[in-house]
């Protein structure tokens, strides 16, 4: 990986003859942690590891045998990403429309249910992960539980083109075409690529390209680069802590609440991806100070019946779990997981309000709301009205204690 990029700037010609000394990002115990999980998989995979603040590339392994294949999946490898590209669509609800118009929150409800879509080829019937449909759900939940027909919806309304437009300013460099089945992760992007465009969420906003070379310099001691990262406003610190609560609550109460397992579920956020008929399984995520990225699959795109949560999460999990100095599912007594001491591993920035919600409505709770729970909303978004399908004042409080 890192040979290819010197070769790019300097050639092969100085490579062999100007007595190169390289210095890369690559921590050396990061790098064989990551090897070691990847060999866990039963299907080929990659993994690479990323600070979330610099870009810097810590480990990063192509396959589970080098001598086998010597091809670099992580990022030489484009393979789509399914639902690990979710979270650009929400990010893009997220970060449009106005005080006047309104905004989309985590507390809007979404639709998830049936739909046909008009596309180039007729019509276009997209269906959920396990054939259900929960109906009217909060945004949140939509994210947490991965629901297809619910974020497609989402899709369509906030209109493919504004998607693509977010996903490039967090990162993503691979062709996106404005279509819907963008935002079921339907265009191929690397591994390395897509892990570099969560970051942003991971670091208040802030991208920064990945890299592997700090520093270059010839045999005569001249230094030839010195990398300095140069961060670039993406979104606000606001929506980048409320996408990272949002992807929080997928490792809390959503598809990667495996995470659990290895003491990760309370310092950690991140998506899981599975492709159509199980060709491929991704799980992407991060702590606030790495960034990592798993793919399983197959080098022949083949019909395995792979999940994010299943097959990548466990790569992702091992190998977060022993960088981050925390148990493995192995270290597990029999009373379960030992929980992590950080509560709330991201602060609240400037610009973030929480107000109690009924997650039926998505407004603000009556005495007599039966479900409540604290919602993060951009400041000056967050909703003015009460919920109107429970009663308030003493009558709603009455009715909620003997209901």
Request: overall charge neutral.
């Amino acid at each position: 990986f890192v040979q290819r990029q010197l070769e790019y700037s300097y050639g092969d010609e100085a490579l062999l003859t100007r007595g190169l000394t390289i210095f890369t990002t690559f921590d050396p115990w990061l790098q064989e942690l990551a090897q070691q999980a990847v060999q866990t998989g039963a299907q080929q995979a990659a993994l690479v590891a990323l600070e979330p603040r610099t870009g810097a590339v810590l480990a990063l392994v192509g396959g589970k045998d080098f001598a086998a294949s010597s091809f670099d999946r992580a990022s030489l490898g484009r393979r789509q990403p399914g639902s690990a590209f979710k979270p650009f669509v929400y990010g893009a609800a997220l970060s449009e429309g106005s005080e006047e118009s309104g905004r989309w929150t985590a507390a809007s409800m979404l639709q998830d249910e049936p739909k046909s879509f008009p596309s180039k080829t007729g019509t276009w019937k997209p269906r959920s992960y396990d054939g259900k449909y929960l109906g009217a759900v909060p945004l949140r939940t939509a994210l947490a539980q991965s629901l297809n027909l619910a974020t497609v919806r989402l899709a369509e309304a906030v209109g493919p083109r504004k998607i693509i437009e977010f996903a490039r300013r967090m990162g993503v460099v691979s062709p996106l075409q404005p279509d819907l089945g963008l935002a079921l992760g339907a265009f191929e992007v690397s591994l390395l690529e897509l892990t570099g465009a969560y970051c942003p969420f991971a670091n208040g906003g802030l991208r920064v390209e990945p890299y592997a070379v700090e520093a270059a310099i010839d045999g005569e001691g001249e230094m030839l680069e010195y990398h300095a990262p140069q961060p670039v406003r993406a979104i606000s610190p606001a929506e980048a802590y409320i996408m990272t609560s949002l992807l929080r609550e997928v490792v809390l109460t959503g598809t990667a609440r495996a995470l659990e397992s290895w003491g990760l579920q309370e310092v950690s956020a991140g998506k899981t991806g599975t492709t159509n008929d199980g060709k491929d399984a991704w799980f992407i995520g991060y702590t606030p100070r790495l960034a990592a990225g798993v793919w399983t699959g197959s080098d022949q795109p083949a019909r395995l019946g792979l999940s994010g949560a299943q097959s990548a999460l466990p790569i992702w999990g091992r190998f977060m779990s022993q960088a981050s100095g925390l148990p493995t599912s192995s270290d597990h007594r029999k009373d379960g997981p030992r929980k992590t001491a950080a509560a709330d591993p991201w602060p609240k920035p400037e610009g973030v309000s929480v107000v109690e919600v009924d997650p039926a409505t998505g407004l603000r709770v009556k005495s007599g709301c039966p479900q409540r729970r604290f919602e993060v909303f951009l400041t000056g978004y967050e909703p003015r009205a009460e919920c109107g399908l429970h009663p308030g004042g003493v009558g709603g409080w009455l009715r909620k204690i003997f209901t």
